[in-house]
């Protein structure tokens, strides 16, 4: 198992989701009748996660309910964690009335302790079955906070992976939210935070299957891209991913960092403000059933706060509004234009008729002095026969 640090205290126990009005949102949905399938590292046994389902193993031979590396745990707290019942912490996940599908697709510290130089398990085909199977499950939100990144030119093969996502869409009509990813040492490449889909010098998967996804960037507290949050120009929208707190994977307690007594790193990343908007998913999905999968991504991405210039490659469509995106039913189709009494307009006044006098008497001494002329030489030329 993992040394977690247990540093989280109450003072900060709800930072990461403080500025998110749930109070507000919670008296309209709490994300019940709704399944978010954790696809990670797992989700282990909590008493603030009653409703986890084992949704099964691709990493061992286990069924999903195992997390030797705590990371599952700490992105299904922000899901759906629910309150503790004596009021100690003030913790809660974002939609604490949903159920989770767990499935492991990846670890790095299962792989460690079998082989040290293996870097873990988990890769785009594993990732490809995950989502099948959990779309297949019934999931209405899956969460994939794991990515794969590489520079433009080398090889990754995720067709699978993207029929797997296309599947989910399109066929079982669930909403797929994914982590943007993190630069860093040992994580994803840097990139141009003015990249375009031209300009890349980086792809990640699957954010970069852009029509069936939304990607989530990453934002601190004060609503400012993260200098960790990966750009591109699949990135449509963001959520908090600083000061994160959630659950422990060892334990009843929370976690606020990860390590041993002498080195810990804060819970930090995109994988932890993708999390933020499957929960935001969730709650869309209870309130407004009649909506498609595609259409509570638009109301996310509609509702967000939009940057001053428009769309960013960091942020997307800007930083997730909670009450916003679930406080006002959408009309089904457009309402219809209100009739309009049609106001009569006056003709214009007709011009007064020209006075024309000064012309015709022009054109009668022309006529007259014409025929003059053609008389005289009519004569002339009678008198030269003679």
């Not at 089904?332 to 049609?342: I, Y």
Request: charged share 15%; glycine share 10%.
């Amino acid at each position: 198992m993992p040394s977690v640090s247990p540093g989280a205290d109450r003072a900060n126990a709800s930072s990461q989701l403080s500025g998110l009005d749930l109070t507000q949102v919670w008296k309209l949905t709490r994300g019940s009748g709704q399944r978010v399938a954790v696809i990670d590292t797992g989700v282990a046994p909590h008493s603030r996660l009653p409703h986890t389902a084992a949704g099964g193993d691709y990493v061992f031979t286990g069924d999903g309910t195992q997390d030797c590396d705590g990371h599952g745990t700490a992105v299904a707290g922000i899901i759906s964690a629910a309150p503790d019942p004596h009021h100690a912490d003030g913790f809660s996940g974002v939609a604490p009335g949903v159920n989770l599908i767990s499935i492991r697709q990846s670890s790095t510290k299962f792989a460690a302790v079998a082989d040290p130089s293996n870097s873990g398990f988990g890769d785009v085909t594993t990732m490809a079955k995950a989502v099948r199977t959990a779309a297949d499950l019934g999931a209405s939100v899956i969460n994939i906070s794991a990515v794969a990144c590489i520079r433009t030119g080398s090889a990754l093969d995720d067709r699978a992976l993207g029929a797997a996502l296309s599947y989910a869409v399109d066929v079982k009509d669930v909403v797929v939210v994914v982590a943007a990813g993190n630069t860093g040492a040992g994580q994803c490449p840097a990139q141009s935070a003015e990249a375009t889909w031209d300009t890349v010098t980086v792809v990640v998967s699957p954010a970069w299957y852009d029509d069936y996804v939304l990607t989530v960037g990453s934002v601190n507290a004060h609503g400012e891209p993260s200098s960790f949050t990966l750009a591109g120009p699949w990135v449509d929208v963001a959520a908090p991913g600083e000061g994160v707190i959630s659950l422990s994977s060892s334990g009843s307690g929370l976690v606020n960092s990860f390590g041993g007594p002498n080195h810990s790193s804060p819970l930090v990343g995109t994988s932890y403000a993708s999390p933020v908007v499957s929960g935001l998913a969730a709650l869309i999905r209870s309130r407004f059933p009649q909506l498609t999968a595609r259409q509570v991504m638009q109301r996310i991405e509609a509702t967000a706060h939009h940057p001053p210039r428009g769309w960013d490659p960091r942020v997307g469509a800007g930083v997730v509004d909670f009450l916003a995106a679930v406080s006002t039913d959408p009309p089904a189709s457009p309402s219809p234009p209100a009739p309009r009494t049609p106001v009569p307009v006056a003709p214009p006044p007709l011009p007064a008729p020209a006075n024309h006098r000064s012309r015709d008497a022009a054109f009668v001494g022309a006529a007259i002095l014409g025929g003059v002329l053609a008389v005289m030489l009519a004569t002339a030329a009678l008198r030269a026969r003679l």
